[in-house]
Structures are given as C-alpha cells and as structure tokens.
C-alpha cells in the first residue's frame, strides 16, 4: 500500500507573526516545474514575456499593501525568489483592510496570473537580440501557467540571515544546473518535496 503524505504546514503557529515587523524569504513554484519564467544563459536571466508580468506583479504590490518593502527578488525560470519585509503592524490593502503574508502572496500569484492570462494571444513589442533568443521564449509569447497551490516561506531572523538568504537570491541564476527545481534535478526535487511534507 503505497505512503500517503498530508502536505506540512508552512505557516506558522502564531498568525500575529504575519503582521509584525518582519522580513521574509519567500519562494513560489510553477506548477510542474515547467520553465516559463526565464531562461538562464551564462549566469543571466533572460526573462519571458510571462515572467516580466509575474516580475511587474510582484513589484506593483507595495502599490497595492501599504507597510511593505519589496526587496530581491529573482525570477527563475520554474520559481521566484523574493524578500519581503512589513515596516509596521498591520500592513493594509488600499481599502484599509489588514492583510497578512499569505494574503499577499495569494494576490500576487492572482495578479500575475490574470495578468498573463489576458495578453496570451498577444505578442510584446520587445525583440531579443540573437543572443537571447535561447530554449523557452524563441516566439517572444506570453506562456500559459499555474502557480503551485501553496508557497515556502522563511522569517529572517537577524542580519546574518538576511545576508545570507540576499546571496543566495543573487547568486540563484548561476547555480541553475544545481538547483533542486531544475527538471534534471529530480531526486533532488523528491527528497525536497518529502521533507516538506509529514
């Protein structure tokens, strides 16, 4: 009879925590670990149509949430990366309604998903240059996509932590071969996925 897993929590406890003064490192997957956020060419990203809008999206949510800072932030071509930190309790939504971490999250995966969405059988006006014309966008078009169901988040805890988790962000792009969420990286996928589940 084959294991079943019950997906881990990846919030925490205490709710409170969520409208606190607080950075956070969050990660967000594709569905599928499909790669239509960007390619990587050298150690560079060449985003996607898809993946400027998922880019435009994330950036447009200090517009959206008063109280928060949007720091780095990478996008990958399967996932996206980024700090986020609340500068005071609560953040808000332009309505004046109190909003939390996963709250913001939802709205931008929302966001970027209606977004991508409604320029599907468009094509941008930016052409890429011969160099950049590799693997994922070669017709310049928007991908469609889902987002995984849920999102990985981490509470940087001091500045060594955050130091750390802003070089990993950084130098994401040139340990695209060994990342975990790289399709060829499949154990190593599985043996993350396991560990996050109970």
């Known amino acids: 009879m084959p294991v079943k897993f019950r997906r881990k929590k990846n919030r925490l406890p205490i709710p409170e925590i969520y409208r606190s003064n607080h950075s956070y490192f969050v990660t967000v997957c594709v569905k599928g670990r499909a790669c239509c956020l960007s390619d990587i060419y ?11 809008i998922v880019e435009h999206s994330w950036i447009s949510m200090v517009d959206l949430v008063r109280g928060i800072s949007i720091e780095e932030f990478v996008i990958m071509p399967n996932h996206f990366h980024g700090i986020i930190t609340f500068l005071h309790e609560p953040a ?8 939390n971490l996963s709250e913001i999250i939802r709205m931008f995966k929302a966001r970027s998903k209606r977004l991508n969405d409604k320029n599907l059988n468009s094509t941008p006006k ?10 994922v966008h070669e017709k310049q078009l ?3 996509f889902q987002w995984q169901k849920s999102f990985y988040d981490h509470v940087i805890r001091n500045e060594q932590d955050y130091a750390r ?34």
Request: proline fraction near 9%; aromatic fraction near 10%.
């Open 42 to 52: 050298k150690g560079r990203i060449n985003p996607s149509p898809t993946g400027e």
């Open 92 to 99: 808000l939504r332009s309505n004046g309604k109190k909003i």
């Open 126 to 135: 930016k052409q890429p240059n011969v160099e950049e014309r590799f693997i």
């Open 142 to 144: 928007y991908t469609p």
């Open 165 to 198: 988790i802003q070089s990993y962000i950084i130098n994401n792009p040139v340990r695209w071969e060994m990342d975990m969420f790289h399709p060829k990286n499949e154990e190593k996928y599985q043996k993350w996925a396991i560990a996050n589940k109970s």
